[in-house]
């Protein structure tokens, strides 16, 4: 499905029996953000793609992290309409247990890192296997 679907890594067939499908294709966040930024869009039509890193990203950017969420957020927006154009499937991949309150926010070493800067208020969604996520649009609400 074209957009972001955010999914814990526990969630994932590797995982668990009945778990969801990661895509084959996989980049790191930082890869990820590079290719979008370049002047030629690099996604085929239909493509799906596994972004992983995001927790230790932000993690890293302590005590800023909120003005490198906001520069991720600034990116991935610049990049919604080719995304969307092309139907791209993107999945976000955590490592940490995601919660969804007043924020979007996942455990992660132990911390709280907060992601509803980047993502806004994702919608939950629990497939027929009893598998959790979130799924957004590429233009991001707040």
């Given at each position: 499905?074209?957009?972001?679907?955010?999914?814990?890594?526990?969630?994932?067939?590797?995982?668990?029996?009945?778990?969801?499908?990661?895509?084959?294709?996989?980049?790191?966040?930082?890869?990820?953000?590079?290719?979008?930024?370049?002047?030629?869009?690099?996604?085929?039509?239909?493509?799906?793609?596994?972004?992983?890193?995001?927790?230790?990203?932000?993690?890293?950017?302590?005590?800023?992290?909120?003005?490198?969420?906001?520069?991720i957020r600034?990116?991935?927006?610049?990049?919604?309409?080719?995304?969307?154009?092309?139907?791209?499937?993107?999945?976000?991949?955590?490592?940490?247990?995601?919660?969804?309150?007043?924020?979007?926010?996942?455990?992660?070493?132990g911390q709280?890192?907060?992601?509803?800067?980047?993502?806004?208020?994702?919608?939950?969604?629990?497939?027929?296997?009893?598998?959790k996520m979130?799924?957004?649009?590429?233009?991001?609400?707040?």
């Amino acid at each position: 499905m074209p957009g972001y679907t955010l999914i814990e890594q526990s969630m994932l067939t590797s995982s668990k029996p009945n778990g969801i499908a990661p895509y084959l294709n996989e980049i790191g966040i930082l890869d990820f953000l590079r290719e979008l930024a370049a002047d030629e869009f690099p996604f085929p039509r239909l493509y799906e793609l596994r972004v992983l890193g995001l927790e230790p990203l932000l993690y890293a950017s302590r005590p800023d992290e909120r003005t490198r969420a906001l520069e991720i957020r600034r990116r991935l927006d610049q990049a919604a309409s080719d995304l969307e154009r092309r139907l791209v499937s993107v999945q976000i991949i955590f490592e940490g247990e995601l919660h969804h309150g007043n924020t979007l926010w996942s455990i992660y070493r132990g911390q709280r890192i907060e992601l509803g800067d980047i993502f806004g208020m994702p919608r939950p969604y629990t497939d027929h296997h009893g598998n959790k996520m979130f799924l957004c649009n590429f233009h991001l609400s707040s």
